[in-house]
């Protein structure tokens, strides 16, 4: 999403609605996110949930959460879901959940992207007034299948990539380091800067106005929500209303096609034979040159070959009126 008045332009294809004011709330704590062991966080926020008057279970167990999450929303008593962890817990959330429940994106990992992307507040007492007068805005996301593997289907909101940044995520897990700030990151980046050979893959992509192309590359990163990552912005252009995916990788091999890269992502001018910059609906990605690691939402999810397309209006997610004011999809009176 580039600018307010871009969204405004598809304020009619968004669907907007206040957040019912009854039932209760699933918190999902993901005790391993975040730069340290968080303890009984979960815990703590349910507590000041429910002297707000709003009723709620926690778990730190995602398949009890999910249970309670479809055994309520059968019984009409569900209101929301809230996430207590990074974007790769939202990632394992809508992964798995099998009923459609507004989510709460509570800002409590090593990465928070999607949550500042919504405005999610971080403090107990302002999450939950945000809550009882929350707005529900449902978004687009990713679906991948892997066609060598007996698995089910995953999602993501934020990102999946093909390439170096999912070298660094698969050695950065590999370290079996739950709990990691940032700057852990740098030690398995420069690993993978020196040792990553870059194997080339095959892009296939169809958009909503053309049908199948294809091209050979060395990186992809499929967005699907604009983003910052350590302050700086990524995919602009990034849209979770326009039924797309943004593509941008680069097409050479080694550091120099990387770099511009970076830079043109950063800057928001791709140019030169090296990189691309593209929308797709649907994508596929297989090698023959060797494994090339995939990462979802920034954790490791395997390797390909995977088919990718995107999911218009799947997931939907807890505002404020004030973001969607923002955003330009409401106006201050509504």
């Given at each position: 999403?580039?600018?307010?008045?871009?969204?405004?332009?598809?304020?009619?294809?968004?669907?907007?609605?206040?957040?019912?004011?009854?039932?209760?709330?699933?918190?999902?704590?993901?005790?391993r996110a975040g730069?340290?062991?968080?303890?009984?966080?979960?815990?703590?926020?349910?507590?000041?949930?429910?002297?707000?008057?709003?009723?709620?279970?926690?778990?730190?167990?995602?398949?009890?959460?999910?249970?309670?999450?479809?055994?309520?929303?059968?019984?009409?008593a569900l209101r929301?879901?809230?996430?207590?962890?990074?974007?790769?817990?939202?990632?394992?959330?809508?992964?798995?959940?099998?009923?459609?429940?507004?989510?709460?994106?509570?800002?409590?990992?090593?990465?928070?992207?999607?949550?500042?992307?919504?405005?999610?507040?971080?403090?107990?007492?302002?999450?939950?007034?945000?809550?009882?007068?929350?707005?529900?805005?449902?978004?687009?996301?990713?679906?991948?299948?892997?066609?060598?593997?007996?698995?089910?289907?995953?999602?993501?909101?934020?990102?999946?990539?093909?390439?170096?940044?999912?070298?660094?995520?698969?050695?950065?897990?590999?370290?079996?380091?739950?709990?990691?700030?940032?700057?852990?990151?740098?030690?398995?980046?420069?690993?993978?800067?020196?040792?990553?050979?870059?194997?080339?893959?095959?892009?296939?992509?169809?958009?909503?106005?053309?049908?199948?192309?294809?091209?050979?590359?060395?990186?992809?990163?499929?967005?699907?929500?604009?983003?910052?990552?350590?302050?700086?912005?990524?995919?602009?252009?990034?849209?979770?209303?326009?039924?797309?995916?943004?593509?941008?990788?680069?097409?050479?091999?080694?550091?120099?096609?990387?770099?511009?890269?970076?830079?043109?992502?950063?800057?928001?001018?791709?140019?030169?034979?090296?990189?691309?910059?593209?929308?797709?609906?649907?994508?596929?990605?297989?090698?023959?040159?060797?494994?090339?690691?995939?990462?979802?939402?920034?954790?490791?999810?395997?390797?390909?070959?995977?088919?990718?397309?995107?999911?218009?209006?799947?997931?939907?997610?807890?505002?404020?009126?004030?973001?969607?004011?923002?955003?330009?999809l409401l106006s201050?009176?509504?």
């Amino acid at each position: 999403m580039s600018t307010s008045r871009e969204v405004a332009k598809l304020d009619k294809q968004i669907r907007a609605s206040p957040l019912p004011r009854e039932g209760n709330l699933v918190v999902y704590h993901n005790p391993r996110a975040g730069r340290r062991r968080a303890g009984n966080a979960g815990e703590r926020l349910a507590e000041s949930f429910r002297h707000w008057g709003l009723p709620c279970l926690c778990t730190t167990q995602l398949p009890r959460a999910l249970e309670l999450a479809a055994q309520w929303s059968e019984q009409e008593a569900l209101r929301a879901f809230v996430v207590l962890g990074g974007d790769g817990t939202v990632h394992q959330v809508i992964s798995h959940l099998s009923v459609q429940v507004p989510l709460v994106v509570a800002p409590w990992g090593t990465e928070n992207l999607i949550a500042r992307f919504l405005g999610t507040p971080a403090h107990p007492r302002p999450l939950a007034r945000w809550i009882l007068e929350g707005w529900i805005v449902w978004l687009d996301c990713g679906e991948v299948e892997y066609p060598d593997r007996q698995c089910g289907k995953k999602r993501f909101l934020l990102v999946a990539s093909a390439g170096l940044d999912a070298e660094v995520v698969h050695r950065l897990a590999r370290w079996g380091k739950d709990n990691h700030s940032q700057i852990h990151y740098l030690p398995p980046l420069l690993e993978s800067l020196r040792a990553y050979s870059y194997p080339a893959f095959h892009l296939r992509w169809s958009t909503q106005e053309a049908m199948l192309q294809e091209c050979r590359v060395r990186w992809c990163m499929m967005l699907n929500l604009p983003m910052l990552f350590w302050g700086l912005p990524w995919g602009w252009e990034a849209n979770p209303w326009d039924g797309q995916l943004t593509l941008m990788g680069t097409k050479g091999s080694g550091m120099w096609p990387a770099a511009k890269f970076l830079l043109g992502s950063l800057s928001g001018r791709m140019s030169g034979a090296d990189v691309y910059d593209l929308r797709a609906t649907w994508v596929e990605l297989h090698s023959q040159e060797g494994s090339v690691p995939l990462e979802l939402d920034g954790d490791p999810s395997g390797a390909l070959p995977v088919r990718v397309r995107c999911v218009s209006a799947a997931v939907p997610v807890v505002v404020s009126h004030q973001q969607l004011v923002r955003w330009g999809l409401l106006s201050e009176r509504a």
